[in-house]
């Protein structure tokens, strides 16, 4: 089949590959609609590696994706051919003491789409476990079925805070998945949300989705601005989304007493972080990893109307034009959240 392939660092190609996927008696075959480009995909495009996951052999790139069902394995029940679906992108192993207790996203032995050396999902076809395949509502099309597996990033982090109806949560980042994450935040229960960025673009996108303030950190303070709107108490959550190393002071900055500071982005460097800080707030500290056991519940949102996130789709590519899709993905547009890519 011909798929998008990362030959090596900054060559993508559009080639055949041989990729031998037999249908298990639990899987199902899936023609590829919706592609979308996540921050990673680029990172390995431009650097060939993002910490131990390392680029040794051409790899297929894409993880976040829809498509229809094709065949069905002799076991599967919930699914059939013509169902449209999207796909968690993950496979743990079932036997590993993290999936037995519930955190299958923390296995180490998980089979990742297009996360080295597996290969991932922007080609034609995939075979995918039925326990990890999720139909679509029928008001949800295959792009915003694509989003999916970033909004459960966002949601992720919306259970790991144990948000609280009311609460007011200020996030750090307005690219694809901040901006999910604020969402996920107003859908569990905030009454308002603050979204910080320096793109005003992004900002002004992210104010029509909701109750959501932008704050522009080029000339605002976002711990000042959130205790100014809070009657100097703080926000109860604050998400850093940006992955930016001075970003981890500045949600410790705008919480509240007693408040909790959520680590979703992955900081290329060492990060600042004054533990005093957060201590003289006994504020509580939460990670994240990837998502689990929120699939559902993201299609469930989406479906009934409570979160749309057709808005942020905002520029799409023919799969012939791939290549050049992953390298405006580079240099996006101020305006561009996500990109993605369709096969057909």
Avoid at 80 to 86: F, I, L, N, Q
Wanted: glycine share 10%.
């Amino acid at each position: 089949m011909q798929a998008l392939v990362l030959e090596k660092t900054r060559l993508l190609r559009l080639r055949d590959i041989v990729i031998d996927e037999p249908l298990g008696s639990h899987d199902v075959r899936i023609r590829i609609h919706s592609v979308g480009i996540c921050g990673s995909d680029v990172h390995y495009y431009q650097h060939g590696a993002i910490g131990p996951f390392v680029v040794r052999a051409p790899l297929v790139l894409g993880h976040e994706a829809a498509g229809i069902v094709m065949e069905t394995g002799a076991a599967v029940t919930t699914l059939r051919p013509g169902d449209r679906v999207c796909m968690e992108p993950g496979i743990p192993d079932p036997n590993s003491r993290p999936t037995r207790l519930g955190l299958y996203n923390l296995d180490p032995a998980v089979r990742f789409w297009a996360t080295p050396p597996v290969h991932g999902c922007l080609r034609p076809t995939v075979v995918h476990p039925e326990a990890f395949t999720f139909k679509l509502p029928d008001n949800v099309s295959f792009g915003e079925g694509a989003m999916v597996e970033p909004l459960a990033v966002g949601l992720h982090a919306a259970n790991k805070a144990r948000l609280k109806p009311g609460d007011v949560a200020v996030v750090l980042g307005a690219g694809p998945i901040g901006t999910l994450t604020a969402l996920a935040a107003l859908a569990g229960g905030c009454s308002r949300v603050f979204i910080t960025d320096v793109q005003p673009a992004k900002l002004a996108l992210a104010a029509t989705l909701g109750p959501i303030t932008p704050i522009d950190v080029r000339g605002q303070n976002p711990a000042a601005v959130v205790r100014a709107a809070t009657g100097g108490w703080g926000a109860d959550v604050a998400f850093e989304a940006s992955g930016v190393p001075s970003a981890a002071a500045q949600a410790i900055d705008a919480l509240c007493p007693g408040g909790c500071a959520v680590f979703i982005g992955m900081p290329g460097a060492p990060v600042p972080f004054d533990i005093v800080a957060a201590q003289v707030k006994e504020a509580r500290i939460e990670t994240i990893f990837r998502y689990a056991h929120v699939f559902p519940r993201a299609l469930a949102l989406m479906g009934s109307g409570k979160i749309n996130v057709r808005p942020l789709v905002t520029d799409r590519f023919a799969f012939a034009d791939a290549v050049a899709a992953f390298d405006y993905a580079c240099r996006m547009r101020p305006a561009s959240v996500k990109v993605q890519i369709e096969l057909t």
